[in-house]
């Protein structure tokens, strides 16, 4: 959403502020849930909890698109972008105003050293690993950029950090408690990783380098593989509509007739990020 992105240009105060709300909230979940639930580590698995993998599958995809199409205030009632974007970044460990951040830079500066889900001379495993952390130097050079390094910025940003890498630890912890260590194995990890893997296979293969070493935005929906994620994904794969038009909720349904020039001014305006 622009609010986020406005909030973390002109405040300096905005990034520590958010992240130490989340740790709040979070904790007195986690200390009442904790209170209230008769809650024990024995972990007893069996051939029923198998079931639960096609159910982790449908919702490790479906969230996380919801989730990004709220970060692009694609719902209709624009309020509820809010309200179901952070409920949705909580399965993927997140608050959503640092996804927001992120995600306005990878489109701002696609396939450029200032894109945070840049894939270019990378394996697909390396980026596999590395693509849910891959944009806090990115994030910290603009943060900078906009207010100035100094002992107080440095302090502000690297609290930021820490608070958001809490924040993680806490959101797992409440996964855990909540859904008790049976259905937290045989369902939220293999709902992460299903996340994880198709929104990074996404990035990865949509953002191609062609013989002349140019980098392609591709639109692919190829196969069985592609078509199914498509369906449940709200067309993810179609990356170079989403590109062109973000606003569009299933770029699978949008007819490129004036292509990139509408993703370019979507995010800029005389040359810097709305």
């Not at 698109?65 to 694609?74: K, Y």
């Not at 709902?191 to 293969?205: I, K, Q």
């Amino acid at each position: 959403m622009k609010l986020f992105w406005v909030k973390f240009r002109t405040e300096a105060k905005f990034l520590p502020g958010y992240f130490a709300a989340h740790i709040l909230i979070l904790s007195l979940a986690f200390l009442i849930l904790k209170h209230f639930m008769d809650f024990q580590f024995s972990l007893h698995l069996n051939n029923t909890y198998l079931l639960y993998l096609p159910v982790a599958l449908l919702f490790g995809i479906q969230v996380p698109t919801l989730m990004h199409n709220c970060v692009h205030g694609n719902l209709k009632l624009k309020k509820l972008n809010f309200i179901i974007g952070e409920l949705t970044c909580f399965f993927v460990l997140m608050g959503m105003g640092i996804i927001s951040i992120n995600h306005t830079l990878h489109h701002a500066h696609s396939d450029s050293h200032m894109d945070p889900h840049n894939p270019a001379d990378k394996s697909f495993l390396r980026f596999f690993f590395t693509s849910l952390l891959s944009g806090v130097e990115i994030i910290e050079s603009k943060y900078y950029q906009f207010h100035g390094k100094s002992t107080k910025t440095v302090f502000l940003f690297k609290s930021s950090i820490m608070m958001h890498f809490l924040g993680i630890f806490l959101r797992l912890a409440l996964w855990f408690l909540i859904l008790g260590p049976n259905v937290f194995v045989a369902f939220f990890i293999p709902a992460f990783f299903f996340y994880v893997f198709v929104f990074s296979h996404v990035n990865y293969v949509t953002h191609a380098v062609d013989q002349n070493g140019d980098t392609q935005i591709l639109n692919i929906d190829s196969n069985l593989y592609y078509n199914f994620i498509n369906f449940v994904g709200s067309g993810i794969y179609f990356h170079k509509n989403h590109h062109a038009n973000p606003k569009s909720f299933n770029p699978k349904y949008l007819y490129l007739s004036r292509s990139v020039k509408k993703s370019s001014s979507h995010y800029r305006m005389n040359g810097e990020l709305l």
